[in-house]
């Protein structure tokens, strides 16, 4: 039998990714970039894995106009 809290926090964690895929797809529509890096936990450096933004980046297209 799954643990309830843990099976409860994968739904949430996988709800949270949805939303966070649909903004990255609102925002890739206004010609921005989103990279997101993954952070991996490390024992000895006191670091719990996670998620960081590498960088968001505005793509103006002024010097090629379709």
């Known amino acids: 039998m799954k643990d309830p809290v843990i099976t409860s ?34 024992k000895s450096k006191n670091i719990k894995q996670g998620l960081s933004i590498w960088r968001i980046e505005e793509h103006n297209n002024y010097l090629y106009d379709e």
């Open 9 to 42: 926090k994968v739904k949430q964690l996988k709800d949270l990714i949805t939303q966070v895929n649909e903004q990255m797809a609102e925002l890739e529509d206004l010609c921005v970039d989103v990279r997101i890096t993954y952070i991996e936990s490390s």
